[in-house]
């Protein structure tokens, strides 16, 4: 009777291409939920990613041999339906569980590898959260072969089928999450709708055979114990000052309160994207030192108004890569009567810029792709100020020889490119250099300055002229007493930078790769300490 109520489900074979066509949508989903789950602590770059679709490939790929080796040895319905429901439950707890793994692997790597820190770390977070339940969700296919086939007749029709269910079923799965689930209410929660799913389609197949009731309780439990405490979008769980917590379709988002200061960051572990200053004054970190473009490019601004080199009133500054806007905050302090406008392809930044760090609304501000703006646009400007960064990494688009001289071209004749560099290095072959090294072949000369107790570098580049004597003439105008201070610096901190030939195009800028060993080596220095207190006194001291 049992048996015939199993059957009963599957006699039309329409539940079987269902069960195809939510499995694929649930394999895409969570891969775009392991990208966002990944991509605060390890950044979203195409290395990543290479890792996230690497290990999912492994994954289906076990799940494929399994399960048609499984199929043929006990085709029983009943054994793939109990695999989707303990995929459903194991994916259902990544958001509870997900974040504390990958803190825990890295905890354990920092002290025990020197090199390629992020990759091994990031590869074994995917390996320890995400193969389980793909490998099981991959022996949906061969399963379902198995089961549909009546016989060698129609089964050609039929397996183009299943793949077509497939396909169609992966599409929303890809398209969902990106557009709607994501922005609308999470990671956490997407991973929650999308194993809700794949709950379902277990838990009705055993209800309507009658089998299966203590595994039904079970996975019912487990599934509302994950709703109950994963829905949190809290991946920095140790922060007690956030004023600000969420994720946008590009980028993990965080404002936190310092006390003296409100800083952005869209990476969990390090880094500061933008900084607003309770005391008005300057930050102490690179954005000051952007404001020595605008220095050079104006040749008189002490009586508060503004005149460039070439003798035309006002001063057009553009920002491209704007975050929350410390560098126009900064230019409407110092430069009032600038002209400016700023481009951040992140629309849901700008919104908490206006929120949390006194951003004027009436600086002109784009949401869209730095270099697309340049494309569209015929204007010049006196400053082009680049600051453009995916979390951790720069896009390879807008560190091309290609790009730089888009920027040239809408510079003015006495026009100033300042490009901020994040992970500044004089190793040989590094991210920096190869950098430098094409904007030196774009620019007839070029600066550059480092950015005390930072990994911050500064590069100035002129359209024509010199610019140090460019700046030397600016910054002897500046009134306020602390911004010229910080000029003097910046002036005797000042190198002619010479090119070493490197080049990066937009056929080849491999900029993931490069910086990724960038980061490595910078890990691996600050984390030196503690390796060091672990061989000597053992892992307890860390914790103590």
Known sequence: METKKRADILKSKTYLYMTEFFSGMAVMAVELGASRLLAPYFSSSQIVWTIIIGTIMIAMAIGNIWGGRSADKDPDPDRLYKRIIIAAVWIAMIPVVGKYIIIGISGLLVVTISTNFLIIAAFLACMVIFVFPLMLLGTVTPSLAKYTTDSLEDNGRIIGTLGAYNTVGSIIGTFLPTFVTI????????????????????????ISSGRGKRLCAVTMAAFVFAAAFGNSDSFAFWEKNLLYEGESVYNYLQVKDTGDSVIFSTNVLFGVQSIKMKDGGLTGMFYDYDLAGPVAAAADFSEGSLQTANGSDGLKVLMLGNGTGTFVSQCRRYFPGADLTAVEIDGKITKLAKKYFDYSSDVPTYTYDGRAFLAASDDKYDVIVIDAY????????????????????????????VVNMNMHSDEKGSINEYLEDTI??????SYTVDVPESTNREMYSCKSGDFAAKFATGSRTVADDELADLMTQVQYGLAAYESRGNLLTDDKAPVELLGMRMIDGLISNELGYYKDMVRENGIMSLIE
């Open 183 to 206: 922005p609308a209410v999470g990671t956490a929660i997407t991973f929650l709708i999308f194993s809700g799913v794949l709950l379902i389609l277990g838990l009705l197949y055993f």
């Open 390 to 417: 995916q979390d951790i990494t720069i896009p390879f688009q807008m560190s091309s020889k290609e790009f730089f001289t888009l920027v040239r071209d809408h510079l003015t004749d006495d026009g100033v490119m």
């Open 440 to 445: 030196a072949s774009v620019f007839p000369e």
